[in-house]
């Protein structure tokens, strides 16, 4: 087994480890991936596809780690506690390989963006997510995050190749009865044609008084996975983004004052309400000073969605 081999393995997990804390990978893991491998040191060839097998197991020829390029499989894994969603597993097995042009990209938030994805003979963009949610002990998992048909490369809607990305998107819900304003902030990235955003939460509650002996209020929260993708139409270049937002007890109590002036919950009931996730940004109003804005009216109040952006070197 070649030396460089070793190092370059092992260097994928060191680097994983290192960037992002909750994946527990040590050298005793590097030594069961080598084992497992023998002494076969493999370079992938140029301009191979990613390929899906009928298990749904996925081959990835190449993939750029921090400008590192390695060869790597995804088993399709069945979570205990999400039977029915669409999981993957790093597989034991990881080569050196050459940059092809098309190579999956490892995003700072470690999802993965894999390009030319071909499930029976159709080709698609894949986005795969990670969370320590989700996670398992000495496993690293990634999530079904969105798929777009018939995409090829995702340079090719990205409006400057010599540049990242950098910047924040703000969700922003405002409410007049009860009356709360609330936002989150999460950080974006872009690097090589792929949209990373960070999770976020939102918390709001809120109260009114309807009289001097009757009140009502509300609470609720937020759990927001974010996916995001550049879009090139007639020569407009936007940022499309679903929030994918979980509503958590969103909560409405209604209160009466007692004699002795104590508040007594006389009713409680939980708000159908799933806000609009999907929102689209125009690029170049995200690199002005004030970021490009979008907003949805509700039931009693809004939500304005705003990314801001700019460029950087590196990310």
């Given amino acids: 087994m070649s030396d460089s081999f070793v190092n370059e393995s092992e260097e994928l997990l060191i680097l994983l480890h290192a960037d992002k804390g909750g994946i527990m ?8 991936f080598i084992i497992m491998i023998g002494i076969i040191a493999f370079s992938a060839s140029a ?3 990613i390929t899906v097998d009928k298990d749904l197991n996925i081959h990835v020829p190449c993939v750029d780690v921090n400008g ?4 790597i499989d995804l088993n399709r894994f069945a979570h205990p506690n999400d039977p029915s969603g669409l999981y993957w597993e790093l597989a034991e097995g990881i080569y050196p390989a050459e940059d092809d042009g098309s190579c999956a990209v490892l995003g700072e938030d470690i999802s993965l963006f894999l390009p030319n994805v071909n499930v029976m003979g159709t080709v698609y963009d894949v986005i795969l997510t990670y969370s320590p949610e989700f996670q398992c002990p000495n496993m690293i998992i990634w999530k079904f995050g969105g798929l777009s048909p018939g995409a090829s490369d995702p340079s090719e809607d990205y ?10 998107l703000t969700v922003s819900f405002t409410n007049a009865y009860p009356e709360w304003s609330v936002s989150e902030t999460m950080d974006v990235m872009i690097e090589k044609g792929y949209v990373s955003i960070e999770d976020g939460a939102l918390n709001y509650s809120g109260e009114t008084l309807v009289s001097d002996d009757s009140k009502i209020a509300r609470r609720g929260a937020w759990q927001m996975f974010p996916t995001g993708e550049i879009i090139t139409i007639e020569d407009q270049t936007r940022v499309d983004v679903d929030a994918h937002i979980d509503v958590i007890d969103d909560t409405t109590e209604v209160y009466a004052k007692t004699k002795s002036g104590e508040w007594i919950m006389i009713k409680s009931f939980s708000v159908s309400n799933q806000p609009c996730s999907q929102v689209s940004f125009s690029f170049e109003e995200a690199l002005g000073g004030g970021g490009a804005v979008t907003g949805v009216d509700v039931e009693s109040g809004s939500i304005i969605w705003t990314l801001y952006l700019e460029p950087v070197e590196s990310p």
């Fill in 47 to 49: 301009q191979a596809t």
């Fill in 68 to 71: 590192i390029f390695y060869q």
């Fill in 25 to 32: 990978f040590t050298r005793r893991c590097v030594c069961v």
């Fill in 159 to 168: 409006p400057d190749k010599n540049y990242y990305y950098k910047g924040t």
